[in-house]
């Protein structure tokens, strides 16, 4: 069964430092989604990305934070300058349509620490 | 603004009984999606149920199923035959058609005892 993948899995990070949490959709999806999760808390929405630029963003998703499809499988979260608030569960999503039998597949998270 | 609301934080079911968990929604949209996940300690994120809004019959998938109550706006869970396995935080999750993304609720921390 194809599946979403994320790498890495963890990492840890200085503040101020810049991270790049990468993501490989499944092949044949269009849309493509980042969401965050603080330890303890529920998942929020941070971007959403269809035909190389971003469809949606939320107030979380500010210029510290930037997306790129850098090829024809990847699909990047970078953020600048890390904070420590920034420490979270960080999960990439993909979907094949928007309204025609919709279902958003989720990768396994890369756990992002900020010391 | 679409809104997800999980009234219980925490639930515990006793091993082969039943369960349900509460989910309620608000949205102004006639198209959309519901979906449960769950989240084991490892923190995946897996798909337990969808349920399209335009369909009234209520979505089920081998012990699990949903009672979707559309003017209630009302979603929740139904564990049947509960498994220790069964063990996570349960998130309800809608997604509007022209929203274009997934809002979620606080989740329900559901414990089975054996």
């Known amino acids: 069964e194809p599946e979403v993948t994320q790498t890495p899995s963890h990492q840890v990070t200085q503040m101020g430092q810049e991270v790049i949490l990468r993501c490989v959709p499944i092949s044949n999806h269009l849309y493509f989604y980042w969401y965050r999760q603080i330890l303890g808390q529920k998942v929020e929405f941070l971007v959403s990305f269809y035909n190389n630029e971003i469809s949606e963003k939320s107030e979380i998703f500010d210029d510290q934070f930037s997306v790129e499809r850098p090829d024809g499988s990847n699909f990047t979260l970078k953020i600048r300058s890390t904070k420590l608030e920034d420490s979270a569960m960080y999960f990439c999503a993909s979907s094949e349509a928007l309204r025609t039998f919709y279902e958003q597949y989720f990768g396994p998270g890369t756990r992002l620490t900020v010391t | 603004a679409q809104t997800v609301t999980q009234s219980q934080p925490e639930m515990s079911v006793q091993e082969a009984e039943t369960v349900t968990l509460s989910c309620t929604y608000d949205?102004?949209?006639?198209?959309?999606?519901l979906f449960w996940y769950k989240q084991p300690p490892s923190r995946q994120m897996i798909l337990v149920i969808r349920q399209e809004a335009y369909k009234q019959q209520n979505a089920t998938e081998n012990r699990f199923s949903v009672n979707f109550q559309k003017a209630a706006k009302s979603f929740s869970l139904k564990i049947s035959d509960s498994q220790l396995g069964d063990a996570a935080m349960y998130f309800c999750?809608?997604?509007?058609?022209?929203?274009?993304?997934?809002?979620f609720g606080d989740g329900t921390t559901l414990t089975v005892k054996p």
């Open positions: 999750a809608y997604y509007g058609t022209n929203a274009g993304k997934s809002t």
């Open positions: 949205t102004s949209e006639s198209d959309y999606y």
